[in-house]
């Protein structure tokens, strides 16, 4: 079922000395989701990703907006009449029930209309636990089971009632690393199977980007762009977008334009077209460099980390804005790591050019 969310505002009262001031959590996002798409809501905390999500699920009412779920309005509806499933942080299965009533719980409180025979319950129960592949484990109590196996229990309980929209609050948040990986790939696996339009919350881009059809970055409250992930990547609308996905982070300097040419402190880097002469904020991803011992960047060399497949090099620059700039090289690449300085050459396609006021992205032709 697509989503749409029209002009969705929230504010909140302020708060001790700020009591007359209100607070906007979520200004005017309008965006209307796809159906069956897998939604990444992305951005650091406090940004307004479970605001945006509250809102949609009816824990929360706007300010202002509406949302559709198809046609249908679904702004005033409580949250028990929209058909939405939701999967949070803490997953608060019930500790006294074991997985299979668990699991069964949101169908007995069925009324009316809704109410489902002791059979199709319990062929719900067991569809949703083979989808979640739990079910081996369904006469266990949630005590007996590893948190990824809970997980996986509180998504069956959130499938069971087949909603049209599925929900997740930072589902992942309290599995170890290795753990976040497979269940993450587990929460992609079952949306393609079922097809239910998923929205996923979470402050972790890597997360975000490795499962979503679609990720949005919000800032304090406010959409700043919306598109596929790897697109988002290579083409960050602003500065903050640039920052805040890739690990390790965008590497940027404080840089100028002279004469078409992208210049780093002494460092004449790359032609960038026939831009005016201008101050910019030059920022370039850890893959964007190649050693070369010709190579017009010219760094000091702090260290390498080795990381396998690759290293990284970690130097500095009189123009880079941060303490290390971290560019990762092959790891068949010889840097000797006595030597003072480390040359590089940039690839044109890895570099991104920013407004040095507004930070917004400035495109680079040819
Ligand atoms: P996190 O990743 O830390 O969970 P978030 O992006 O989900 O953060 P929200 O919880 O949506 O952020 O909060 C957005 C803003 O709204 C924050 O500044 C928060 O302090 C404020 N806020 C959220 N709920 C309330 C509330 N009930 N009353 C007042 N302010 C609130």
Redesign the pocket.
Known sequence: MKITLEHLTKT??G?GRKAQEV?T??SDFTFEIPDGKLIGLL?P????????LNMICGLLKPTGGRIRFGETDVTDLPPERRGVGMVFQNYALYPHLTVRQNILFPLQNLKGKDKLSKGEMAHRADEAARLVQIEELMDRKPAELSGGQQQRVAIARALVKMPHVLLLD?PLSNLDARLRLQTREEIRKIQRATGITTIF?T?DQEEAMSISDLIVV?KK?VVQQIGAPQYVYDNPVNLFVARFLGTPPINVFAGAIRGGVLCLGDDRVLPVGNLPDQEVWAAIRPEGFVLDEHGPLRCRLSGIEVMGRDISVVSTHESFTGTAIRSIINADSQVDPASALVRFSVKPQKLLLFNKETEERIPVRG
């Open positions: 909140f009262p708060r607070e959590a979520v951005g905390s406090g940004c307004g990703k479970s605001t945006t930072e919350v402050h919000m409250g």
